[in-house]
């Protein structure tokens, strides 16, 4: 008895097992098929020179090769619909489980949404109450500062990011090579690597602020650009820091949004146009949701043929 034959005594197999065995089920097949045609061709080869009763051996031979050979095609036969039937068994019980697993997290969460929800909106409903009330107090002692006391931020201004504009660091006088007749001075990196050189050089152009009482110096200096003629000029240079935007957010009783837990409910919070509107909302009563009526029973109608039997 073959492998693949035994394992039809074994329990429920996986459909991984049961293709192990339809892989050796079809080796097994192709095995007996060719000892189907080795014995054949054998027989055919003694047909004119062995005896009756060897010629009936191998005959014999073609025949229990034929019948591996059909023992192995009726493996492959059940274990290919064992195999389809432990794939649809296996499909069955995973989606028993997805199912069995998402109705075991929906019921967790809904256990926890009702223990946990309230509370949280709550808690930030009371928050919000307190910055509502903290802004009021704020508006109300700024509209009466004491005397010399700088304006109070409220309690949410640090959310939120102020223009800054610009600022001078620091001021000095420097003698930068700029380009003939240039107002600006050339580029930082190239300003090491200028060289002075005789003014009234054949070729040189003149710089408009040269004069005799003022005499200017003049170089030259090689950019990516070619060789490029400067001179030496005086600059008030100003290190400052740039404007710089800011940005503005509203409040956070003016964004957030804490619906009710059940329908028909009174939200925890909606969006407040201002402090006065937070404050108020902050001390209104939270209604639960009205207990839903009862249904009342009512009749529709339709015709029905005369043959109908009373229910």
Do not use: C
């Not at 492998?3 to 050796?24: H, M, N, W, Y």
């Not at 400067?230 to 290190?239: A, E, G, H, P």
């Amino acid at each position: 008895m073959s492998k693949v034959t035994k394992f039809f005594g074994l329990g429920r197999q996986s459909s991984s097992d049961i293709a192990v065995a339809l892989e050796k089920a079809r080796a097994d097949l192709t095995a007996a098929e060719s000892a189907v045609e080795t014995a054949r061709t054998a027989y055919d080869a003694a047909l004119l020179s062995e005896t009756p009763a060897a010629l009936r051996k191998l005959h014999d031979g073609i025949t229990d090769a034929s019948i591996e050979a059909d023992r192995a095609t009726a493996v492959i036969a059940k274990l290919e619909k064992q195999h389809a039937e432990a794939l649809e068994s296996e499909a069955a019980d995973q989606r028993q489980r997805r199912y069995d697993d998402a109705k075991a997290a929906s019921e967790s969460a809904e256990k926890r949404l009702r223990r946990e929800y309230p509370k949280a909106a709550l808690q930030i409903r009371d928050l919000l109450a307190e910055v509502a009330a903290a802004s009021l107090a704020v508006r109300e002692a700024n509209e009466d500062r004491p005397t010399g006391a700088p304006a109070l931020a409220g309690p949410e201004h640090s959310r939120s990011q102020a223009n800054l504009y610009q600022e001078v660091l620091s001021e000095d006088i420097a003698d930068l090579w700029t380009e003939i007749d240039g107002a600006t001075p050339i580029r930082e990196d190239l300003q090491r690597h200028v060289r002075a050189h005789e003014k009234g050089r054949r070729g040189m152009m003149r710089d408009r602020s040269d004069t005799d009482e003022n005499p200017m110096t003049y170089g030259v200096v090689q950019s990516e650009h070619g060789t490029l003629e400067v001179v030496l000029k005086r600059f008030r240079r100003t290190k400052f820091l740039p404007d710089a935007g800011g940005r503005h957010i509203g409040s956070l009783a003016s964004e957030i949004v804490l619906p009710p837990l059940d329908a028909d409910a009174t939200p925890y919070w909606t969006p407040a146009y201002d402090a006065h509107d937070a404050a108020r909302q902050a001390i209104a009563e939270l209604k639960p949701a009205p207990k839903r009526p009862e249904r009342v029973a009512e009749f529709s109608y339709s015709l029905a043929p005369k043959e109908a039997a009373d229910v």
